[in-house]
């Protein structure tokens, strides 16, 4: 089922590495044309646009944006006690881990009288999204909540997009995750429409104000993804999520019906989904060929699954050794990388370059997806080799605080003179000098 590339005995370079592996990919550049109208007509028309775009594309007009609180608490007070149960192990888990990524304020002491604090301040106000597409996604309001939450964030709104078979609400699944984190403001607007409306604020058809946001975070679709494009600068994004990928790497000690299932569970997200596995073993990549087809037969989304699989962002790769496979993978640089070898937490302490890793056969990524207390908010199309996943850090700016003395400036302020003027800014050596006399010179 998946397609096959043999790198045995030709191994290429690292560019052409690159560029021959298979890759989820989706054209923002494409819908951008698409968004820039939507962002437009809500920068204008406000909360009227949006419950236009909302009839439009959701199939239901709300009776306003912010949901009521009575609604979000019925829906806690109406969840499967099953669910409930998960979810609040979920948020325990994440919590106890974003718990510890907190930074401290460090002040150093340059010279005597002078010294450099940097202060960690989180973000005034943030927008976390809850997309609403293909299924429902509690487990992403944990995983946007618990880190903002853990920074300070002291105002926070979740959107998820209205549905028509819930009375223009979102899900109450969403909406009962919302009322286990403590989140009292969750808005009704999904789409471009709701980053616009994030970005610009706006009035509730009952006059209520919706405050803007500083920041959006969250995974969504195309359009989605290119209004943060448009709007980056305005607010702050934490990136351009494209669609979900994992990689394996795994010898002939990994079992086939593990590594098929895994594969499968991301390929169940999208038709863009992407399964990659990368292996040291022809006898394996076999193995789990023929687990991929029984496997998908009695899956439940089928059709997607069969469709992502077979599509040119999936595939098998099959390298000469580990070392190989390593550099494969850090070359992929995956969202979801699982390291099913022999000694698998030595291999994976060598992995350079991916959104999460999971080590050994009982850490599938679907444990990371709700309940290993990681965050599931990563990089994809190969964003991890320069950028990690959604964190407290993410909603935490550093601000340095300098503090100097009038001695401990004098001290230093020939050298301060020195590079003004080999960069030819005399006014910043003066703004110096001036603190000791009168202002000289031309």
Known sequence: MLSRTDLRGHFPSPAELRAMLPRAATDVDAVLHQVRPVIDAVR???????????????????????????????????????????LREAIDRARKVHGDQRRSDVTTQVVPGGT???RWVPVAR??????????????????NVVPAQAAGVPSLVVCSPPQAEHGGLPHPTILAACALLGVEEVWAVG??????????????????????????????????????????????????????????????????????????????????????????????AEEVDRELVRQVAVTK???????????SQSGCILVSGVDEGLRVVDAYAAEHLEIQTADARDVAARVRNAGAVFVGPYAPVSLGDY??????????????????????????????????????????????????EAEDLPAHGKAVTA????????
Request: with cysteine; aromatic share 4%; glycine share 10%.
């Open 116 to 118: 450099v604090t940097e």
């Open 126 to 143: 943030v927008g976390l999204y809850a997309p609403g597409g293909l299924a429902v996604y509690p487990s992403s309001v944990v995983m």
């Open 301 to 311: 989304h089928a059709d997607r699954v069969t469709e992502a699989l077979r599509g």
């Open 44 to 86: 204008e028309h406000g909360v009227a646009a949006v419950l236009d775009f909302a009839e439009r594309f959701d199939r239901v007009r709300p009776c306003s944006i912010r949901v009521p609180a009575d609604r979000i608490r019925r829906a806690l007070a109406d969840l499967d006690p099953t669910v409930c149960a998960a």
């Open 435 to 442: 603190r000791f006399g009168p202002v000289g010179g031309s």
């Open 191 to 284: 789409g471009a429409q709701a980053v616009a409306l994030l970005a610009a604020g706006g009035v509730d058809t009952d006059g209520a104000e919706l405050a803007g946001v500083d920041m959006v975070t969250g995974p969504g679709n195309v359009y989605v993804t290119a209004a943060k494009r448009l709007l980056r600068g305005l607010i702050g994004i934490d990136a351009e999520a494209g669609p979900t990928e994992i990689a394996i790497l795994a010898d002939h000690t990994a079992d086939p019906v593990h590594v098929a299932a895994d594969l499968i569970s991301q390929a169940e997200h999208d038709t863009l989904a992407a399964s990659v596995l990368v292996t040291t073993s022809e006898k394996l």
């Open 371 to 420: 309940c290993a207390g990681s965050n599931h908010v990563l990089p994809t199309g190969g964003c991890a080799r320069h950028s990690g996943g959604l964190s407290v850090q993410t909603f935490l700016r550093g601000i340095h605080v300098i503090d100097y003395s009038q001695d401990a400036l004098r001290e230093v302020a020939d050298k301060v003179v020195a590079l003004a």
